[in-house]
Every structure is written in structure tokens, then in C-alpha cells.
């Protein structure tokens, strides 16, 4: 499989472009630095092999040089840095797009896990700065092994549809859906979360999460216009801007 970078850097959407380093510890650290130092939004960093990938809640990322994608887009928000958070949601639901226009149906675990048929395809660290914001994703694409730790709970685009994806093609569908639905945070986030409720897999499910250290459970009634989640607990409804890991805590999914 041939992966055309250079290809796709000449034909990215305005302000995209793509920047292919050989090695990174981590591509937000990376952005992240460019960021301080004055670099323009729009950059795209991507690492043909990450050595340090960070995830959510001080996690690991693992990709697999060759077989996934790891790369971290600079965005400098027009938009009151009260709205930044939906950016997450923005993420998720571009990647979730790009990957169904190879075929697969997809899910967003809110709030902005990329699933396929239950597991996780791809994950997203959405990070602030005072004026910038760095949107690492790390994408699953033609990975056929996963250390064992994750082999029941991740899949890839290739394992789904069974053939191989070009690297630089999925990417260039994520910038794309990015370069789009990024601009939708303020007035037209409404459009925007329809889209993401629709591929809600919390939605009508028990739960069990924590919110600043304290669990929290109760039935996921949907996401609030805002983008939080709505949890139905025993003492009445919450809306939650950010929670911590989020486990189905029954399976049953109640209409
Ligand atoms: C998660 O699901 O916990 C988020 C994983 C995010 C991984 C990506 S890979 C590119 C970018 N660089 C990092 O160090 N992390 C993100």
C-alpha cells in the first residue's frame, strides 16, 4: 500500500497543511511547541512512528507505525474559549464521518471515542492552550494486532471493512470533515449535534462514570444542547460537561 503524503499536503483545504515528521514522541507535544513559538493555526503534524503517545486521563496511545495514523492538528478558535470544549465533539463526529465514507456504520462514545461495532477505532486528546488548541488523533487504520491488553475492546477501519486503507486517503477524508465541522462550534453547533446524536452509543444506556473523582451512575438521556452529557441519576437529571472514563454499567438498552 502506497501512501502519497506529499500528494495529499498539496491538496489540502486552506488553512490545512501537513507537516510528515519520520519520528515523534508525541505530535501534541510537538504542535504544542509550535503553538508557544507563534506557528499559524492549521497546521497538521503527523508522525509516521509516535514513541510517547499520550491519551486521555494520563493513559498510553499505541500505534503501529505503517498501520495508523498519529497526528495533531493546531487550531486557533475564533470562538469565545467557553465554546473550545466542543471541539471534542467536532472531532469525533469528522473522524466518524471520514471513516464511514469507506463503508463501516460508526458510533461516537461521548465524548469523542470513534467506535465500530463496539469497539474503539480511534481516540482523541483535545488539549488548550491560552490562544490554541491541539487536536491529536490517533486512527486505527489497517492494524490487524493489538496488544493484549485492548485486543476485545479495539478494531481498525481494515479489520472492519477487510481490506487495506492508504494512509494519506483516510487522512485527507479526516481533514476534510474536520475542516468543516471545526468552523461549527458557535452558531451552527445545533446541525453540528444532531449529527453527533445520531451516533450517540451512550444514549437510553446505563452508565457508571466519574466526575472530579467522585462515580456517578444513571441512564445517559441523550446530550444537551450545550454538547454535555444528560445523566438521569437518583437524585434528578445532570448535565456533564466532562466525566472520566464512561462504563456501560448494565446491557440493557431501555427505549
Ligand atoms: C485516547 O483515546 O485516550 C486519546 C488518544 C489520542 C492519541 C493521539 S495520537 C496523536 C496525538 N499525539 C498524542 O500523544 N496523542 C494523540
Known amino acids: 500500500m502506497i501512501h502519497d503524503f506529499p500528494e495529499l499536503a498539496s491538496y489540502l483545504p486552506a488553512p490545512f497543511r501537513l507537516v510528515v515528521h519520520e519520528q515523534a514522541v508525541s505530535t501534541n507535544d510537538e504542535v504544542r511547541a509550535l503553538a508557544v ?11 509516521l512512528t509516535q514513541t510517547g503517545g499520550r491519551g486521555r486521563r494520563g493513559s498510553t496511545w499505541v500505534s503501529t507505525a505503517g498501520d495508523s495514523l498519529a497526528f495533531s492538528i493546531l487550531i486557533r ?11 471534542a465533539l467536532a472531532t469525533g463526529l469528522a ?6 465514507s469507506f463503508g ?32 491529536g488523533i490517533g486512527l486505527n487504520v489497517n492494524t490487524r494486532c493489538f496488544p493484549l491488553e485492548i485486543a476485545d475492546i479495539a478494531t481498525s477501519l481494515g479489520l472492519e471493512t477487510g481490506s487495506s486503507h492508504s494512509l494519506s486517503e483516510v487522512l485527507g477524508e479526516v481533514i476534510r470533515r474536520f ?30 462514570l466519574t466526575v472530579s473523582g467522585s462515580t456517578r451512575t444513571g441512564r445517559v438521556e441523550g446530550i444537551a444542547p450545550g454538547g454535555e452529557l444528560m445523566l438521569r441519576t437518583a437524585t434528578g437529571l445532570e448535565n456533564l460537561i466532562q466525566a472520566d472514563e464512561v462504563r456501560f454499567s448494565g446491557n440493557t438498552k431501555e427505549s
Open 37 to 47: 513559538s507563534g506557528e499559524a493555526g492549521g497546521l497538521v503534524l503527523l508522525a
Open 77 to 87: 478558535p475564533q470562538e469565545q474559549k467557553a465554546l473550545w470544549p466542543r471541539l
Open 95 to 100: 473522524v466518524a464521518e471520514a471513516l464511514e
Open 104 to 135: 463501516p456504520a460508526t458510533g461516537i462514545k461521548w465524548p469523542n471515542d470513534v467506535w465500530i461495532k463496539g469497539r474503539k477505532v480511534a481516540g482523541i486528546l483535545v488539549e488548550a492552550g491560552a490562544d490554541f488548541v491541539i487536536v
Open 179 to 208: 475542516a468543516l465541522r471545526h468552523l461549527q462550534i458557535g452558531t451552527e453547533f445545533n446541525e453540528m449535534l444532531d449529527s453527533v446524536r445520531q451516533r450517540c452509543v451512550l444514549t437510553g444506556h446505563h452508565v457508571s
